[in-house]
C-alpha cells in the first residue's frame, strides 16, 4: 500500500486465514511497485540457473524457513515455538541489492502461509529445512511424479485480474485459452479438458464474481470508493473489510471466526492489531521509523535493535533470551549469535552465493563456483570435496569426489531435461519426458521400463509398472484427486467439500470421513465400518490439546507459553511432563511414577548427555558432519562408528570386537567382516535386489526376482529351491518346492486371505466387512476358533470346539480389566493412577500384589491368600542402568553382575555358588562357570561340556548328542522343524498353521493340536478332545492360567513374563 510510506520504509500488511497479522517491511526501493517488479525480473532471469541450483542463494541462520520459489531469497531467522517470527528476503537485481522483512505475530504456522500471503510473492512456497545449506546440483535420479490424494491448497484468486500469459506453451499438444471483454478484462478461461473459469465485473472494472467449473463461486462487493467491503467464499462463508477515515487502510477484517480490527499511528504505520481471539499486539517504533518491538496483551513479546546502517542487530523475545547480528562492512559476511555462545558465520560472494558456511561448533563448509555462477565444489568439514562439471548450457555433466575414481555422468535434451544418469558401476537410467517436461517413461539398469500418462491439464494418469500392471487416477474439474485404482483392485474414492478439504476415503478396506473446524483442522475422523471415532481439539492458538479415540481413550496435551509442549497425558492415566531452558528442545523428561530423563546439548542442538533413573546416563559424540562417532551406555559400553564418503557405515567398534562393512559404488552392502574372521558376502543386479549371499563357510544362498520386484525363487545353501507365485493383486499365492506345493492361499477384495492350505491341511477365514476375524477353521481336523467384538477391534469372546469359550473385558481406557474361561476360571486386574498393573485376583482363592520402585521399576510381587497369607514373593534391587542385581524369590537370593559392555558377567546363586561368564570377540558365551564353549565362525554353537551339535547347510540343528544319547530335528524348506528323533525309535511330529504358528504334535501315536488366536495357543485337543484351555493377556507369551479338564492353574510371572510359580 503505498499510502503508507514512510521515508524509506513502506508497510504492507495481511492478515492471515486464522487470524494472525503478517507485516511486509519492503526496505532499500522507492515504490513497492519497484520491488515487485525488480523481484519479478530477478526470477525470470534466474529462471534456468534455477533448474540446476534450486537453492543458489542459502538463508541466514541456523533455524529458518527458505522461499523455494525464490532462488535468490536469503532468509533470516524463526524461532519454532514462538508465535513471533522474522525473516528475511534479500536479493540483487541491477547492481542493487532489495530487502524485504517479514514480521509475523499471532498463533499462525508460517509453514502454512494463506493464499493472500502467497499472492504477493508470486505464489512462494514455504518449506522447512535444515541449516543452510547451498544444494548441489540435482539428484542424478529425477523421482517419478508423486501423486498426493490430499485436498489441494486453497489458491483462491485476489479480487483482480491475473496476468494474461505473454506467450503460449512450446509444443503445446492442447490449448490454453482466454476471452476478454472491451476493456481488456479477463472474463473466461478455456483450459485443456474444455473446462471453463468465468470472471464478471461491474461497470468500474471491480472484479464481482468468480466462477470455478465446478459452478461454485466467489463474489466480491464493493463500497462507493471502489473499496472491497465483503467477500463470499466458495463455501458461502464471508469476510467483510472496513477502512479508517484518513488513507483508505484497511481498519477490520470480520468473518465467522470473529473480528480483526488494525490501528495506526500518525505516521500511517500498524500501532495496534487484536486478533479474532481478542489478543492485542502493539508495535512500537524508533524516530527512524524502524520497528522497535511487539508487545502482545498475553505477555509475549519481542524485541528488535538496530546498527547505524539500519540493519536489524539484535532481537529479544521476552525480554530475553536475544539474538544479535552483525554484518561486514561489505555485507559479504553474516554472523548470528545466541545467548549461550553459539554462533554461526555465513560468507558470500559479491553476488550472493554463500562462499562458506561455519557452524556453533566451528565446522566449516565452503562452496567455490564458476565465471557464469554455477556450483563447481563443496567441501565439507572432513577435507571431503565433491565436484561438479557443466556443460555450455550449465547443466552439471559429472560429479565425482576425492578419494574414489567413481563417477556419476549426466546427458541432458536439448531443453535442458535429463536424459540419462549413469551411476559408477554402469548403472544407467535413462528418461523421456513430453513437450511440458513431464517425465513420461524411466527405464533402469536392467532395460526394465515405468511409463507415466497425463491427463490434458498435465496431471498424472496413470502409471505403468514392468510386470504389466498399471495405476490408473482420476480427478474432478477442480483438479482434485478423486479415485486411485491399480490394475485390478477397488478403486480408493476420495470426496471434498466446498473448501477443498478432503472429506471421506473409501477403500475395499472401508471408509473413513473427516470433520472440519472453522479454521480447516480436522476434529473428528470416523470409521464408518469398525466404528472407531476420534475426536480432536484444539486450544485458541491451534495447537492439539486432546486426542479422545474410542478404542484407545483419551490423551491430553498441554502448553507453556512459548507453544512447547510441557505435559502429555494417556487414557492409562500415564503422564509425561517436559521441561526447557531457552530453546525448543527439552532439557528433562519426567514421567509420573517412573522414569526421569534429563538431557544436554551441543551448540548445535545434537544431544550429548542422557541421564535416566532407569537406564543411567549416555553419552554421545559426532564428528564434523554430525554422524554418530562415540555412544557410551551402562548396558552395553563404549561403541565407536566410522563412514565411508558416501556416508555408510563401515566400522563398527565394541570394546576388543569390531564390525566392518564394505559397499560397491552403488552403496549396496557388499561385504560383513564379524569378529573371529567370519565373513559374509552380497551380490546384486542392476536394480540393487540381492542376488546372492555367501556366508563365512563358502555356502552360498541365491534368490531370483520378477519385474514387481518380488520374490521369485530361492536356492538354498542344501541345494533345495523355493519358488513363489503372486496373484493379480500381487499377493503370493503359492509357495512350492521342486514340484510340491507347501504353500497356496486365496484373498478376498480387501486382500485378506479366505483360505490356506499348507501341505495336506486346508485352512478357511472369515471376516466381517470392516475385515476383522470372525472364524479360524480347519476343514481337515473340522476345528475352529471364533471371534466376538466389543467396542472397536478388542475381542471379547474367543469361541472355542464343545461350546466353551474365553471373554475378555476392558475398562473405559481400552484396559484389559478381566479374563474368564469354562469350570469358573477367571483373572481380574486392576491398575493404579498411573496406569501400571497394581494386583490381579486369580480364580476364588488368591491375588497378586504389585509394588514399584520410584523410578516406575517393578519391586515387589506379593501372592496371597484371601485370608492374608503369604503363599509367595518375589522381589527386585536394580543398578543405575535398569538390570536386575538381586532377586529374592522365596527368601531365596539371586545377585547379579554386569562388565563392561552391559553383558552378565556372574551369578551368586543362594547357596552361595558363584557361575561366571566369559565372551568372545562376537558376544558369545564361551566358557559358563567351568563349563566350555566352541563355536565356528558362523557363530554356532558346536559344543558346551559333553554335549555336541550339528547343523545342516542351511542353519537348522540337526542332532544333539550326550555320550552314547543322539537326539535328531528334522527341518523342511521355510526352516520349520517338522520331525524330532529320540532314542528308541520314537518320534515326535509337528504342524503349523499359515500364520507358521504351532498348529499339532503327534508323539508315539498321540495327537495334539493346538488352537491359535493367531497370537497365543488358546486351547489344546488330545485325540479330537478339548483339555487345555488358556487364559492369556494382550502381549505376546503373556500367560495369566490354564484350565485341564476342571481344574484351575494361575501363573505367576516375571516382568518378562516368564513364570516364576504355579498356583492350583
Keep these: 500500500n503505498t499510502r503508507n510510506k514512510v521515508q524509506d520504509e513502506i508497510f504492507d500488511t495481511v492478515v492471515n486465514r486464522d487470524r494472525s497479522l503478517i507485516l511486509i517491511c519492503w526496505k532499500g526501493h522507492e515504490d513497492v511497485k519497484d520491488a515487485q517488479t525488480a523481484l519479478q525480473q530477478y526470477v525470470k532471469e534466474k529462471e534456468q540457473e534455477v533448474k540446476q541450483n534450486p537453492q543458489i542463494a542459502p538463508t541466514v541462520g541456523s533455524r529458518y524457513y527458505q522461499l523455494v520459489s525464490v532462488p535468490a531469497a536469503r532468509v533470516g531467522y524463526y524461532l519454532p515455538g514462538r508465535k513471533s517470527a522474522v525473516f528475511r528476503i534479500s536479493f540483487v537485481s541491477n547492481n542493487r541489492r532489495h530487502v524485504i522483512n517479514v514480521i509475523k505475530t499471532g498463533s499462525a504456522h508460517l509453514d502454512e502461509p494463506s493464499p493472500e500471503l502467497a499472492s504477493l510473492f508470486n505464489s512462494i512456497e514455504f518449506d522447512l529445512r535444515q541449516p543452510v545449506r547451498p544444494a548441489a546440483p540435482k ?42 471483454d472491451d476493456k481488456v478484462h479477463s472474463v473466461e478461461m478455456i483450459d485443456f479438458e474444455q473446462n471453463a473459469t468465468k470472471k464478471y465485473y461491474d461497470p468500474t472494472g471491480n472484479l464481482i464474481r468468480y466462477v470455478r467449473p465446478d459452478q461454485s ?63 492485542t499486539s502493539r508495535f512500537d517504533y524508533d524516530p527512524q521509523n524502524q520497528l522497535r518491538g511487539v ?33 561486514s562492512e561489505n555485507g559479504l559476511t553474516t554472523t548470528l549469535r545466541e545467548q549461550d555462545g553459539a554462533s554461526e558465520s555465513f560468507e558470500f560472494t559479491t553476488s550472493g552465493q554463500l562462499r562458506r558456511a561455519t557452524d556453533a561448533l566451528g565446522k566449516t563448509t565452503s562452496f567455490n563456483y564458476g565465471p557464469g555462477g554455477q556450483l563447481v565444489s563443496t567441501t565439507n568439514p572432513l577435507g571431503e570435496t565433491t565436484r561438479y562439471s557443466h556443460d555450455s548450457a550449465g547443466n552439471v555433466r559429472v560429479i565425482s569426489r576425492s578419494g574414489t575414481q567413481d563417477k556419476v555422468l549426466l546427458t541432458y535434451t536439448k531443453a535442458g531435461l535429463p536424459q540419462s544418469v549413469t551411476l559408477p558401476g554402469d548403472h544407467k537410467f535413462q528418461f523421456e519426458f513430453n513437450p511440458f517436461g513431464k517425465m513420461t517413461r524411466t527405464t533402469d539398469p536392467l532395460g526394465r521400463s515405468f511409463g507415466y500418462e497425463y491427463n490434458q491439464l498435465q496431471q498424472l494418469s496413470k502409471m505403468t509398472f514392468p510386470d504389466g500392471s498399471s495405476r490408473n487416477l482420476v480427478y474432478d474439474s477442480a483438479g482434485r484427486l478423486i479415485s486411485d485404482q491399480r490394475s485390478n483392485d477397488p478403486a480408493t474414492m476420495y470426496r471434498y467439500d466446498d473448501r477443498d478439504r478432503l472429506v471421506e476415503v473409501t477403500s475395499a478396506t472401508g471408509s473413513i470421513r473427516y470433520e ?76 509420573a511414577g517412573g522414569e526421569t530423563v534429563r538431557y544436554e546439548y551441543d551448540l548445535i542442538g545434537q544431544l550429548k548427555r542422557e541421564d535416566s533413573t532407569v537406564t543411567g546416563l549416555k553419552r554421545y559424540d559426532y564428528d564434523a558432519l554430525n554422524r554418530l562417532k562415540e555412544l557410551t551406555t551402562p548396558a552395553r559400553g563404549t561403541r565407536r562408528y566410522e563412514y565411508n564418503l558416501s556416508g555408510n557405515l563401515t566400522r563398527v567398534q565394541a570394546g576388543q570386537a569390531e564390525f566392518r562393512y564394505e559397499y560397491d559404488p552403488t552403496d549396496n552392502l ?89 501341505k495336506d491341511q486346508r485352512y478357511r477365514y472369515l471376516y466381517d466387512r470392516s475385515g476383522k476375524l470372525l472364524e479360524t477353521r480347519n476343514e481337515s481336523q473340522q476345528t475352529s476358533v471364533g471371534y466376538t467384538y466389543g467396542n472397536g477391534d478388542r475381542v471379547s469372546t474367543v469361541l472355542l470346539p464343545e461350546g466353551k469359550s474365553i471373554n475378555y473385558r476392558y475398562d473405559a481406557d481400552a484396559r484389559l480389566t478381566q479374563v474368564t474361561g469354562p469350570s469358573g476360571a477367571e483373572v481380574r486386574i486392576e491398575y493404579d493412577d498411573l496406569g501400571r498393573r497394581k494386583s490381579q485376583l486369580t480364580g476364588k482363592a488368591a491375588h497378586i500384589e504389585y509394588a514399584y ?14 485370608d492374608g497369607k503369604l503363599i509367595y514373593q518375589a522381589a527386585y534391587d536394580y543398578d543405575s542402568a535398569g538390570r536386575i542385581i538381586r532377586a529374592v524369590l522365596q527368601d531365596k537370593t539371586f545377585t547379579y553382575a554386569y562388565d563392561s559392555q552391559g553383558r552378565l558377567s556372574e551369578t551368586v546363586y543362594p547357596d552361595g555358588r558363584r557361575e561366571t561368564y566369559e565372551y568372545d570377540l562376537a558376544g558369545n558365551i564361551k566358557k559358563r562357570g567351568t563349563e566350555e564353549r566352541k563355536f565356528n565362525v558362523l557363530n554356532q554353537l558346536l559344543s558346551t561340556g559333553e ?33 524330532v528323533a529320540l532314542q528308541n525309535n520314537q518320534t515326535v511330529e509337528y504342524g503349523y498353521d499359515p500364520d507358521g504358528l504351532l498348529a499339532s504334535r ?60 504355579v498356583i492350583n
Design 139 to 180: 539428484s542424478p535420479l529425477p523421482a517419478p511424479p508423486a501423486v498426493e490424494p490430499v485436498p489441494q491448497p486453497d489458491l483462491t484468486p485476489p479480487p483482480v485480474s491475473p496476468a494474461t500469459p505473454t506467450q503460449a506453451p512450446a509444443l503445446a499438444a492442447a490449448t490454453l485459452s482466454w476471452k476478454y
Design 217 to 279: 463461486q466467489m463474489t466480491f462487493a464493493y463500497d462507493s470508493q471502489g473499496r472491497l467491503i465483503s467477500k463470499t467464499r466458495y463455501d458461502q462463508t464471508r469476510e467483510q473489510y472496513t477502512y479508517d477515515g484518513q488513507a483508505d487502510r484497511l481498519a477490520s477484517v470480520t468473518d465467522q471466526l470473529g473480528k480483526v480490527s488494525i490501528h495506526y499511528n500518525p505516521q500511517g504505520l500498524i500501532q495496534e492489531f487484536i486478533d479474532a481471539h481478542g489478543v
Design 295 to 327: 508487545q502482545r496483551s498475553d505477555g509475549e513479546s519481542v524485541g528488535f535493535a538496530y546498527d547505524d546502517r539500519g540493519e536489524l542487530q539484535q532481537m529479544t523475545f521476552d525480554g530475553k533470551n536475544p539474538l544479535e547480528f552483525s554484518t
Design 516 to 591: 472440519y473446524d472453522e479454521y480447516d483442522r480436522p476434529t473428528r475422523v470416523v470409521d464408518l465400518w469398525s466404528g472407531q471415532l476420534t475426536s480432536l481439539q484444539y486450544d485458541q492458538r491451534g495447537r492439539l490439546i486432546q486426542l479422545n479415540d474410542s478404542l484407545r481413550g483419551r490423551t491430553d496435551y498441554e502448553y507453556d507459553k512459548s507453544g512447547r509442549l510441557i505435559n502429555v497425558r494417556n487414557a492409562q492415566g500415564q503422564q509425561v511432563e517436559f521441561s526447557y531452558a531457552d530453546s525448543d528442545l527439552p532439557i528433562e523428561r519426567r514421567q
Design 670 to 758: 557388499t561385504t560383513i567382516n564379524i569378529p573371529g574372521g567370519g565373513q559374509t558376502r552380497f551380490e546384486y543386479d542392476g536394480a540393487g535386489r540381492v542376488l546372492s549371499r555367501k556366508n563365512a563357510l563358502g555356502q552360498l544362498r541365491q534368490y531370483r526376482w520378477n519385474n514387481a520386484d518380488q520374490l521369485e525363487a530361492l536356492t538354498l545353501e542344501d541345494g533345495k529351491q523355493l519358488s513363489y507365485q503372486y496373484g493379480e493383486r500381487r499377493k503370493p499365492v503359492q509357495i512350492t518346492e521342486g514340484q510340491n506345493v507347501i504353500r497356496s492361499h486365496e484373498y478376498n477384495e480387501q486382500g485378506l486371505p479366505v483360505t490356506s492350505t499348507v
Design 853 to 866: 520402585h520410584p523410578n516406575g521399576l517393578l519391586q515387589r510381587i506379593d501372592c496371597k491368600q484371601n
Design 947 to 979: 554335549i555336541a551339535l550339528q547343523y545342516s547347510l542351511t542353519g537348522n540343528l540337526i542332532s544333539r548328542s550326550q555320550l552314547k544319547e543322539t537326539i535328531r530335528f528334522d527341518f523342511d524348506a521355510l526352516a520349520f522343524l517338522q520331525r
Design 1002 to 1061: 503327534n508323539s508315539a501315536g498321540k495327537m495334539t493340536q493346538f488352537l491359535q488366536d493367531r497370537k497365543n495357543i488358546v486351547g489344546e485337543l488330545t485325540d479330537g478332545k478339548l483339555d487345555r484351555i488358556y487364559l492369556n493377556g494382550n502381549d505376546l507369551d503373556q500367560r495369566f492360567g490354564q484350565v485341564i479338564g476342571n481344574e484351575q492353574y494361575y501363573f505367576i510371572t516375571a516382568p518378562d513374563h516368564s513364570v516364576l510359580a
